[in-house]
């Protein structure tokens, strides 16, 4: 059973760089898509963007200037990095799995919150 | 990006009762359609995919419907771990987006 895991500050100042990371357990990381996903407190869900095993990368335009994912094979991990945050930020941050290229995120993290305020 | 519009955005039904949620995507998208149910403090949990496959382990009373631009998911009986909040996601292109959500209470 794949299990997924988020890690990373719960608390970032305006203008400062979110970084967070997702461990992934109980399966490889290799040859899947791993995506990262936000929820506002108490609205939708917003998706950021994915990295693919070997690098490659895609992500939300209204996002792409400051979004970084990376991926780290060896320790079977991948993570996000926003720069310039605002209170706009705030949110519940999710990794999950994708399959393919066209299809859903099956696995999920349980999400962690990250707040952004002085 | 593809706009994705659910309906209704709230909800009540009591259990056992049959229900069914809207989902109209601003282009075409083929089949190319998910379900997921969130509960409070809790991920999203993927129920359908390509509109009307049932994700292993989820109950078979929760079936998925439509192509195109307009897609239905519909629970045949409402059991009282059901009330949450559905989302639609469209995976046909990138930038993935999802409905706004439809909040399922207990009336």
């Known amino acids: 059973q794949v299990q997924l895991q988020e890690s990373g500050p719960g608390l970032v100042k305006p203008s400062e760089t979110l970084s967070l990371t997702c461990t992934v357990s109980g399966g490889s990381i290799s040859s899947y898509y791993w995506s990262w996903i936000r929820q506002p407190p108490g609205k939708g869900l917003e998706w950021i963007g994915y990295?693919?095993?070997?690098?490659?990368?895609n992500y939300n335009p209204s996002l792409k200037s400051r979004v970084t994912i990376s991926v780290d094979t060896s320790k079977n991990q991948f993570s996000l990095r926003l720069t310039s945050v605002t209170a706009a930020d705030t949110a519940v941050y999710y990794c999950a799995r994708q399959v393919g290229y066209g299809e859903p995120n099956d696995y999920w993290g349980q999400g962690t919150l990250v707040t952004v305020s002085a | 990006a593809i706009q994705m519009t659910q309906s209704p955005s709230s909800l009540s039904a009591s259990v056992g009762d049959r229900v069914t949620i809207t989902c109209r995507a601003s282009q075409g998208i083929t089949n190319d359609l998910a379900w997921y149910q969130q509960i409070p403090g809790k991920a999203p949990i993927l129920l359908i995919y390509?509109?009307?496959r049932l994700q292993s382990g989820v109950p078979s009373r929760f079936s998925g419907s439509g192509s195109g631009t307009d897609f239905t998911l519909t629970i045949s009986s409402l059991q009282p771990e059901d009330f949450a909040t559905y989302y639609c996601l469209q995976d046909y292109n990138y930038p993935r987006t999802f409905g706004q959500g439809t909040k399922l209470e207990i009336k």
């Open positions: 990295i693919y095993s070997d690098g490659s990368t």
């Open positions: 390509a509109a009307s």
